[in-house]
C-alpha cells in the first residue's frame, strides 16, 4: 500500500486547458472510441500523477461516471493516485536481476530512504518501486533513477548512488 | 559510396549503456575530420549479445567492437577510421582467430548455431529509415500477395508452412487467420500483442526496435487475408524505444503509400494505429489485451466468443505475436515449404529466446526449433559463470516451469516442452546455477502472479495467494510435509477453475519444481535447511576458526552486536542475536565466515 501523502492538489489553470485540449484531440484520434487508457496516461504525463480533481475533470470530458475512471486508473500499475519522488528509483526485481541478487539492492534502498516500496520520502524527494523487467538483462542487477541506468548494481554501491541525487 | 559503414547498436541493453552517447560522438568526430562522405554511421537495432554492450561492427572488415566506452570513440577514429588499424583491445575476444584474423561472425560460437529468420534485419538496417528494410526486400512481400495472390491463397502458404503462434501457447496461425476470414463482418480487426510482460523476456522489444516495418508488412497480409482495414499495436509504454521506432515507421509507411487507401493501386485498404499498455501483465492474454484496447480494466472475458469471431469491439479480430508477424513476409517471399524445412515436425522455423540468468552471453538468440537446451546453454550461451554447475532453466516466464539439468538434451519445440511439465511461453530463458534456491524461484514467481491476478476469478486471486503464504512457510522453515500435498492439491484446482491463460499457469513454477526438485523442498521442511544457501530464515553463518584471524571487522560491522571475540583469536557469531545480514560474510577478507 502506498503511504498517502497529503499533498493539497494545486493544479494550474493551464493544465487544465492543456489537458483539454488534448482529451478533445484524442476524442477525435480514437474516433470516441477505446481512449479512457490513453487520457489517463496524458493526465499523468501533465500532473505527474491522478488525484481525484483530475479523474473528475477526465471523467466530465469523456462523458464517463468518475467510479470508471477510478476503475481503469487503479487497475493498471503505470499509473498512481499519489504524487511520485523528483527522483523516482526503479529497482529491477524481473528473474535474471532477482536472480543476480536484486533483491538485496531494494532492500539496500529500502533502508537507507526509510521508505517501502510504492512510497516516497517525506520531502518528496525520492520515491521507491520495484520494476518488473526493463530489459537489459545483461547489466543485471539493475536499478534506475528517473532515466539513468545503473548496471550490475551491488548493495554496496547503493548509498553511493543515491548520494548524487541528495544535493 | 562509403568506404567504411559504422554499426552502433541501439537496443534498449546497449542504449542503457550509453551507445546513444557513443554514436552522436563517432558521428561528431566523423564531421570534425570531414569523412562524412567517406564513412557512413547507422544506428542500428540489437545485435543479440546484450551482454557486451555496448556493441558496434565496423564494415568492411566485420571489426567487432564490445563495451564500447565514449572515451574509446577518438581511439577508434584515430587508429582504425583513419589510420586502417583495427583496435584490437576493444574486439570481442572470439572473433579472433587463432592466426590473429578477424573471423567472420557467424563463425563464432555465440552465432554459429543461430539461423536468424525473425532478427535477420536486427543489428544489420537502420530501423527509422524506411528506405534500407525496403533495400532488404521489405514490402515486397505485400506488393506479391496484392497483386498476385487471394486471400485463401495467403492462408494458405501460412497454414502449409506449419506457422505456430510464437506468444506462447502455439496456436496455429494460418487456422487463426482462416477462422477469421471465414467470420462474416463488414469490419474486421488485426491486432498486434507487444505486451511482452514475461519477466526475462525482450525479443519482441528486440524486433520492434531493430525491425519494425517487418511487423507493420505483417500486419498489413493479415489484414488482407482475412479482410480487415484497420490494425492496432497493444505496445508496453515501458517500451520507449520500441514505440519511438514504431510511430516513425508507421508515418514513413504511409508515406510511402504502403499504409492507408488504395495501396500498391489495388484498392486495398488498411492503416494502423499504436495502443499504450498501461502495465498489467494480464492484457498479455488476448481477450484482456482487446479489453484494455478499449479502454476498460484489462480484463479477461470467457471464450468462446472467440475473438476471430467477437473480438474487438465486439468484430471479428485476429491476434498475433510480434515475433509471430515478423516471419510471415518471409515466409510469404520464400515460400512455406522453406520455412518449414526448418525444425521439427510439430514445430516449424525457428524460435528467439532471450537468455539470462546465470549465463555468460547474456542476450538474444534465435535457433531452428529442435536445438537441444545444451547446445543453446553451453554452445551459445557460453554456460554459467565462475565455473558453477549449471542447475536447471526455467522457460515460459511465470507461466512455466524449470527444466532440470539432466533434461538438457531435450530438443526444444511446443510440445516437448510441454511434455516435460514447461512450456515454451514467448521465449524468456532464464539460467540458473547451484546458488540459486528451487523454492525460492517459485515463490518469486507466485510473488509476481499475486501481484498480477487482475481478480476477476476467486481461484487465481484468493488461490495464488494461499500458495504463495505456503511456499513463504516453507522458505521460513514452518512447513510440514502435508503442506507440500496441500500445495500440489491447490495448484490443480487453481489451474481447473480459472478463467484464462494466467491463471490456469499460475501454479506451473511450484508443480514443476515440485516435481523435479522435490528434495529441495523437503530439505527446508524436514531439515530445515536451504541447500544452495538462499533462504535467510534456515541460513546460519558461521566462523571458521582456522580462516579467522581476529581482525574484528566483522564484529565491528555486525549491526546486531552478535559477534564476539578478541582481537587475534578467532571470532563466534551467537545465532541468537544473528539477523542473518550477512555484513560479516561481505566484510571478511579473509573467506572466513561461511554459510551453514
Known amino acids: ?167 | 559510396m562509403f568506404r567504411s559503414h559504422i554499426l552502433v547498436c541501439g537496443g534498449t541493453g546497449c542504449t542503457s549503456g550509453n551507445s546513444r552517447k557513443i554514436f552522436e560522438a563517432l558521428v561528431e568526430r566523423i564531421r570534425k575530420e570531414g569523412l562524412d562522405k567517406e564513412v557512413h554511421v547507422t544506428q542500428t537495432g540489437c545485435f543479440g549479445l546484450c551482454a557486451l554492450g555496448p556493441i558496434m561492427i565496423v564494415y568492411p572488415e566485420g571489426a567487432f567492437y564490445s563495451q564500447v566506452k565514449v572515451e574509446d570513440v577518438d581511439e577508434i577514429i584515430d587508429e582504425h577510421i583513419i589510420k586502417g588499424r583495427i583496435v584490437t583491445r576493444l574486439l570481442y575476444k572470439e572473433t579472433v582467430g587463432d592466426d590473429g584474423n578477424i573471423k567472420a561472425l557467424n563463425d563464432t560460437n555465440f552465432y554459429k548455431k543461430q539461423h536468424r529468420v525473425a532478427l535477420r534485419n536486427c543489428g544489420v538496417i537502420n530501423p527509422e529509415k524506411i528506405e534500407e528494410y525496403i533495400a532488404y526486400d521489405g514490402y515486397e512481400a505485400l506488393g506479391k500477395v496484392l497483386t498476385e495472390m487471394t486471400p485463401q491463397d495467403v492462408i494458405d502458404v501460412i497454414s502449409k508452412s506449419g506457422l505456430r503462434g510464437r506468444g506462447g501457447a502455439g496456436f496455429p496461425t494460418g487456422r487463426k487467420w482462416q477462422f477469421a476470414k471465414n467470420s462474416v463482418g463488414e469490419k474486421k480487426y488485426v491486432c498486434c500483442n507487444a505486451d511482452e510482460g514475461d519477466p526475462g523476456a525482450f525479443m519482441d522489444r528486440s524486433i520492434l526496435e531493430g525491425d519494425p516495418h517487418a511487423v507493420i508488412e505483417a500486419m498489413a497480409i493479415a489484414a488482407y487475408a482475412i479482410g480487415a482495414d484497420q490494425g492496432y499495436i497493444y505496445v508496453r509504454a515501458e517500451y520507449p524505444i520500441a514505440v519511438k521506432r514504431l510511430s516513425i515507421a508507421i508515418k514513413q509507411a504511409r508515406e510511402y503509400g504502403l499504409l492507408g487507401k488504395d495501396i500498391f493501386g489495388t484498392g486495398f485498404n488498411f492503416d494502423l494505429d499504436i495502443r499504450l499498455g498501461a502495465g498489467a501483465f494480464v492484457c498479455g492474454e488476448e481477450t484482456a489485451l482487446m479489453t484494455s484496447i478499449e479502454g476498460h480494466r484489462g480484463e479477461p472475458r470467457p471464450r468462446p466468443p472467440f475473438p476471430a469471431v467477437k473480438g474487438l469491439f465486439g468484430k471479428p479480430t485476429i491476434l498475433n505475436n510480434v515475433e509471430t508477424y515478423a516471419n510471415v513476409p518471409q515466409i510469404i517471399l520464400k515460400g512455406a515449404d522453406w520455412f518449414a524445412s526448418m525444425g521439427t515436425e510439430k514445430s516449424r522455423g525457428t524460435k528467439v529466446f532471450a537468455l539470462g540468468g546465470k549465463i555468460h552471453n547474456t542476450g538474444l538468440v534465435e535457433i531452428p526449433m529442435g536445438t537441444t537446451m545444451r547446445e543453446i546453454i553451453y554452445d551459445i550461451g557460453g554456460g554459467c559463470p565462475n565455473g558453477k554447475k549449471f542447475k536447471a532453466a526455467q522457460t515460459g516466464g511465470p507461466s512455466g516451469g524449470c527444466i532440470p539439468a539432466h533434461l538438457i538434451d531435450t530438443p526444444i519445440d511446443y510440445d516437448n516442452l510441454i511434455a516435460i511439465g514447461s512450456m515454451m511461453g514467448s521465449g524468456g530463458l532464464i539460467v540458473m546455477d547451484e546458488d540459486n534456491c528451487m523454492v525460492d524461484i517459485a515463490k518469486f514467481f507466485l510473488e509476481f502472479t499475486v501481484d498480477e491476478s487482475c481478480g476477476k476469478c476467486t481461484a487465481c486471486r484468493i488461490g495464488t495467494k494461499r500458495l504463495y503464504e505456503m511456499l513463504c512457510k516453507v522458505t521460513d522453515g514452518t512447513a510440514t510435509m502435508e503442506d507440500l500435498d496441500k500445495m500440489e492439491e491447490l495448484c490443480y484446482y487453481i489451474k481447473e477453475n480459472s478463467l484464462c491463460g494466467l491463471g490456469q499457469t499460475a501454479p506451473n513454477p511450484v508443480l514443476s519444481t515440485l516435481h523435479y526438485f522435490r528434495d529441495e523442498y523437503e530439505a527446508h521442511v524436514r531439515d530445515k535447511r536451504c541447500p544452495a544457501g538462499v533462504c535467510k530464515k534456515l541460513l546460519r553463518y558461521q566462523i571458521v576458526a582456522d580462516k579467522c584471524k581476529g581482525c574484528t571487522l566483522c564484529a565491528r560491522n555486525c549491526p546486531a552486536g552478535a559477534i564476539t571475540g578478541k582481537v587475534k583469536e578467532p571470532h563466534v557469531i551467537d545465532p541468537d542475536k544473528c539477523i542473518k545480514c550477512g555484513v560479516c560474510m561481505e566484510k571478511c577478507r579473509f573467506g572466513a565466515v561461511i554459510k551453514a
Not at chain 1, 43 to 62: K, M, N, R, S, T
Not at chain 1, 91 to 120: F, M, N, P, R, W
Not at chain 1, 139 to 161: F, Q
Open chain 1, 1 to 167: 500500500m502506498a503511504k498517502k501523502i497529503d499533498v493539497p492538489f494545486n493544479g494550474t489553470k493551464e493544465q487544465e486547458e492543456r489537458l483539454k485540449k488534448e482529451l478533445a484531440e484524442l476524442k477525435a484520434e480514437h474516433g470516441g472510441q477505446g481512449l479512457m487508457i490513453a487520457a489517463l496516461q496524458a493526465a499523468q504525463e501533465i500532473y505527474g500523477y491522478l488525484p481525484e480533481a483530475v479523474q473528475q475533470i477526465i471523467a466530465d470530458e469523456l462523458g464517463v461516471s468518475l467510479a470508471e475512471v477510478y476503475g481503469v486508473a487503479t487497475f493498471y500499475a503505470q499509473f498512481s493516485l499519489y504524487p511520485k519522488g523528483q527522483y523516482k528509483i526503479g529497482v529491477c526485481l524481473g528473474t535474471a536481476c532477482y536472480v543476480k541478487g536484486s533483491g538485496d539492492v531494494y532492500k539496500k534502498v529500502c533502508d537507507i530512504l526509510k521508505i517501502e516500496g510504492g512510497q516516497c520520502t517525506d520531502d518528496l524527494k525520492f520515491s521507491l518501486d520495484a520494476t518488473r523487467c526493463i530489459g537489459c538483462c545483461g547489466l543485471a542487477p539493475v536499478m534506475t533513477i528517473n532515466d539513468d541506468v545503473y548496471g550490475k548494481v551491488t548493495p554496496e554501491e547503493v548509498e553511493g548512488i543515491l548520494a548524487k541525487y541528495r544535493s
